[in-house]
């Protein structure tokens, strides 16, 4: 049994290989032509690195739904093949049932959901982030640069930052930074100016010379009250509780966020206030985040018994009935987005509706093997 497994899983990977390596150069390819332009701009910041970091980064969006056409066409290939040569009639003869002769094929589709599971929560919010930062200024930055000019707005708008630079991988340092205190009726209370903050003992520290500015309720400069100062060499913050994680959240793309990085922005955003929508699509949207992955592993299940039938019936109507499921699975998983999103189904149950239906038709499927 364990040559077997180990024969029906090369049987299968080269094909896999073979469909993934296609696919992505081809993908590559039309990505390149962006680049290709970039080389030619005298304004542009072309190097290895920032190429490698806009293709991978690209790549790693895309990851998701590459993976699930990869092994359609791997498993529809690799079953045919078997069926072509009878060596699937061999195996059924001498008593190996089906199971075992599926194991190593649904085997390596568990791992490529899981690797794509992994590259969607910690892979692609970084380098997919990369990549678009790039993209968006036409590659004149390496999308390695600090972000400039972001902010964070307290549940409740009591407070607010604006900061000048903020960079990803050291978020407890902010650069140029400006806190505003406001009073109930949302007004300026107070305003804090300092080149840095820094995040210690979990106690926010502005440094490097801080300038406060008092305002009145018309909002007028006015003095400090009590006589109090307006410059301090250093000034701490007890009344904040926002983490600099929080911060860095608020400030990220949703649709690349991972998801606990969902649920913190979701966590922040419901404080002030989300509508039914709102709270329907980031439930939808988080649901899915899990399940999406393993999408892989359902395209293969019927697959498996589609591939089986063309090489017993016709190559073609296998072919068709595996790409005719393949495609309904994904316009059945846009229908019940919208469901979701407009309260006429739960998120929870769109989400598992497409896995629910088409998890009963590979049954099916398998069912009416002989």
């Not at 992505?24 to 962006?34: G, V």
């Not at 970039?38 to 969006?61: E, H, I, Q, R, W």
């Not at 340092?173 to 903050?197: C, I, Y």
């Not at 307006?230 to 600099?244: A, D, I, N, R, W």
């Amino acid at each position: 049994m364990k040559i077997l497994f180990f024969y029906i899983l090369r049987s299968f990977l080269v094909p896999a290989g073979i469909c993934f390596f296609g696919l992505c150069a081809l993908m590559l390819l039309f990505m390149s032509f962006d680049l290709i332009g970039a080389c030619f701009d005298p304004k542009a910041n072309v190097t290895l690195l920032v190429a490698f970091d806009y293709l991978f980064g690209t790549l790693s969006m895309y990851l998701e739904w590459l993976l699930p056409a990869v092994f359609l066409l791997a498993t529809l290939y690799t079953m045919w093949q078997f069926c072509r040569h009878s060596e699937l009639v061999a195996m059924r003869a001498n008593g190996i049932g089906l199971g075992v002769i599926i194991a190593p094929i649904l085997t390596v589709a568990v791992m490529a959901s899981c690797l794509s599971f992994f590259n969607t929560e910690w892979v692609k919010p970084l380098a997919a982030a990369r990549a678009m930062s790039i993209k968006n200024a036409d590659f004149r930055i390496s999308g390695r640069e600090p972000l400039c000019g972001v902010g964070f707005v307290a549940p409740g708008n009591t407070h607010s930052w604006v900061i000048g630079k903020l960079d990803p991988s050291n978020v407890k340092t902010l650069q140029d930074v400006r806190v505003t205190f406001n009073r109930k009726d949302g007004s300026r209370e107070v305003m804090f100016e300092a080149p840095r903050a820094e995040w210690m003992d979990g106690v926010w520290w502005l440094l490097g010379g801080v300038q406060a500015t008092y305002y009145d309720e018309l909002d007028q400069i006015v003095a400090p009250p009590g006589g109090g100062a307006q410059k301090f060499p250093v000034k701490p913050l007890y009344g904040l509780t926002e983490s600099p994680r929080q911060i860095w959240v608020q400030n990220k793309s949703l649709e690349l966020s991972s998801a606990s990085d969902r649920r913190l922005n979701r966590k922040l955003r419901a404080q002030a206030g989300l509508s039914t929508r709102q709270k329907n699509e980031d439930s939808y949207q988080t649901y899915n985040h899990y399940a999406a992955p393993f999408s892989i592993l359902l395209v293969t299940l019927f697959a498996i018994p589609a591939g089986i039938a063309s090489g017993r019936q016709s190559v073609f109507r296998g072919i068709l009935l595996a790409l005719g499921l393949f495609l309904a699975y994904y316009v059945l998983t846009a229908v019940a987005m919208l469901l979701a999103n407009y309260g006429m189904l739960k998120p929870a149950v769109s989400v598992v509706l497409p896995s629910i239906v088409f998890g009963i038709a590979a049954v099916c499927l398998f069912r009416r093997l002989p």
